[in-house]
């Protein structure tokens, strides 16, 4: 969060809302969108402030009506991301009749991460989703792309059985860049001379109607850092140069970018005028797929996310253009002998690598972060130096490189008790069990996830993770103890009782697993449907657990081992015996994640654990 009124380049954050002004109208029109569509798609050009109308604007509209919100993480599978809406929806207050509706907003920004140019992931991603959230009612979704990508985001709308609502953002008016430009500054006691922010926008505008979100933070945040010390009033001469600033501007992300992917310093520079500023002072656009375009995709995303180029259909075919024709003269100004500028804050750094993390961009990150690291010395310093090693330790989590995430998360650790902040040590540890899970190593998993637990003893997620870790480990009677344990006010996680209720059908038994997968609010997922099933088919409800198993296998991932598992025993009580082969063979194989310890103890076909239960 910028302590100041204007965000500069990057986007507003939920931190930023009170300063966020200028958008009410489209905040208000999307949040009854969200509360009447199951799925709405905000739409628009890179760099027209989707982000910051989702994070600065609707967030915090409906955290105040008490609704919950939920974000996609990085890396995370549709029933993960299910699984936090459905704590999210069993956290919310009891509702008024008069307030009937959906409860949880949940949110797919920065869509690239999800879907893939060749096509397969966002597919699998969309179906995934589209099971996993079909019994949360409470569930709506808004999934923010670039109108280029409009097509995918309807996909995925339609994979959840709905024609998607769509709702298309733009550049602020006139009378909405007023606000953005007058009200900020006020909040702070500083106004403008009467008729001096109308000259401002009017220079932004450069004769258009609307004035482009970017352009403005960016010059009014130069115009607010050399503001005079105690000066109240902002006059005609204090306003900046807009070419100037835009100039500025340009060196500065130019310089990241190329710093970011190993660059030499002029040749993005150099690229951008020669392939879009025509001799006569024209602008041109040149299309993706063409051969003048020399950097490679990961270069080419850094180039729109900073807001230099956006991607806009000409005739279908996708088009590289400058972001504002404004940037033209910027572009002109700097020549190829203009100096660079220096790297930027830390902070501005670890900022644009969890961007690019967000973005799917593990490399951009990876190369912010270990800048911010490097830049934040001295003692004042520690908590920059933390974080970035910890942000690094997520990058390498991304990559499937869970030895050095490890490492990272450590080295996150030992900052932090430097910084006396020991929330974070616990933060860092759980991280740290995560990867070593991942890793495989679940000896080490248990002893850190257990040491997370004396910083943090009052959060789900490290419960969990120790439960998880100690079934890797085929400890499940001390899985059960650990869950039992977790604090009273954390017991109506959902995730608590899903695990516990699947131990319990596994070692048979069965009617207190069905209490408490009963627990769960809502329509229950295809792996905890599968659980209820074998519970079922335990106590002899032999018609009951049809019903359950109805229509069950082609929901249940196919690398699911421990739901195969449950299906496989489950048909096999019920003397189905061909449909428990099937499903016993697809879980032998079945990896991510495979058959729990305590279900190979117990063979396909064998009896259960505890010598009850109907078989």
Same mark, same amino acid.
């Given at each position: ?45 890179? =760099? ?147 008729? *001096? ?32 010390? =105690? ?168 990559? =499937? ?80 103890? *650990?869950?039992?344990? *977790? ?19 596994? *070692? ?44 069950? =296998? ?62």
């Amino acid at each position: 969060m910028t302590p100041g009124p204007f965000v500069g380049p990057r986007p507003f954050e939920e931190g930023d809302h009170g300063t966020f002004f200028g958008r009410w109208r489209e905040v208000h029109d999307l949040a009854d969108l969200w509360k009447t569509c199951r799925v709405t798609v905000l739409h628009g050009a890179s =760099g027209v402030g989707k982000t910051s109308l989702l994070h600065a604007g609707l967030f915090p509209r409906l955290a105040a009506d008490r609704n919950g919100i939920v974000t996609l993480r990085q890396g995370e599978t549709p029933e993960q991301l299910a699984l936090r809406a459905q704590e999210a929806s069993s956290a919310l207050p009891p509702r008024e009749p008069s307030r009937a509706g959906p409860g949880v907003l949940l949110a797919l920004d920065r869509p690239p991460r999800v879907y893939r140019e060749d096509g397969l992931h966002e597919r699998g991603f969309a179906a995934g989703l589209a099971t996993a959230l079909a019994p949360l009612t409470d569930v709506h979704l808004v999934v923010s792309v670039r109108t280029d990508r409009l097509a995918e985001a309807v996909e995925l709308g339609r994979a959840l059985g709905v024609e998607p609502e769509l709702f298309s953002l733009g550049p602020l008016s006139r009378a909405s860049a007023l606000d953005a430009v007058t009200k900020p500054p006020s909040l702070f006691g500083v106004d403008f001379e009467p008729g *001096v922010a109308g000259r401002l926008v009017d220079d932004l505008a450069a004769g258009e109607q609307t004035v482009a979100p970017l352009l403005l933070q960016v010059v009014c945040k130069l115009l607010w850092d050399a503001l005079p010390k =105690g000066e109240r009033t902002i006059r005609a001469e204090l306003l900046p140069d807009v070419e100037l600033a835009l100039s500025v501007h340009c060196v500065e992300v130019l310089d990241e970018i190329t710093a970011a992917h190993g660059l030499p310093t002029c040749e993005i520079g150099s690229w951008l005028r020669d392939s879009f500023l025509a001799p006569d002072d024209r602008t041109v656009a040149i299309p993706c797929a063409s051969p003048s375009v020399r950097f490679d995709g990961s270069v080419m995303r850094t180039i729109e996310n900073r807001q230099l180029l956006k991607v806009v259909l000409h005739e279908d075919v996708p088009h590289y253009e400058l972001q504002h024709r404004r940037l033209a003269d910027a572009l002109r100004r700097l020549g190829e002998g203009d100096p660079g500028v220096d790297d930027g804050e830390p902070a501005e750094r670890l900022r644009a690598a969890r961007a690019a993390l967000a973005d799917g961009e593990p490399r951009v990150a990876r190369r912010n972060a270990e800048v911010a690291a490097k830049q934040a010395k001295g003692p004042d310093k520690t908590r920059i130096r933390a974080e970035a090693q910890f942000l690094l330790g997520d990058v390498f989590s991304a990559e =499937g490189d869970w030895q050095e995430a490890v490492h990272r998360y450590q080295g996150s650790q030992n900052l932090y008790g430097l910084a006396r902040d020991f929330r974070a040590i616990g933060l860092g540890l759980a991280a740290e069990g995560r990867a070593r899970l991942a890793q495989g190593d679940t000896t080490g998993a248990v002893e850190v996830f257990r040491a997370a637990l004396n910083r943090l003893p009052g959060e789900s997620e490290v419960f969990i993770g120790l439960a998880r870790a100690l079934l890797g480990k085929g400890q499940w009677p001390v899985a059960l103890t *650990v869950l039992e344990a *977790v604090p009273p006010q954390q017991v109506a996680v959902p995730e608590v009782h899903r695990i516990r209720g699947e131990i319990l059908a596994d *070692v048979g038994d069965a009617e207190e697993a069905l209490r408490t997968l009963n627990r769960l609010p809502g329509r229950a997922l295809p792996p905890v449907r599968a659980a209820r099933a074998l519970a079922l088919a335990r106590l002899g409800r032999s018609a009951d657990a049809r019903a359950e198993l109805d229509g069950l =296998g082609p929901l249940v991932s196919g690398a699911d081992g421990p739901a195969l598992f449950r299906l496989a025993r489950a048909h096999r009580i019920l003397g189905e015996i061909q449909a428990a082969v099937g499903f016993a063979e697809r879980a032998h194989d079945a990896t991510g994640p495979a058959m729990l310890p305590h279900q190979r103890d117990m063979g396909m076909f064998g009896p259960s654990l505890s010598g009850g239960g109907g078989e």
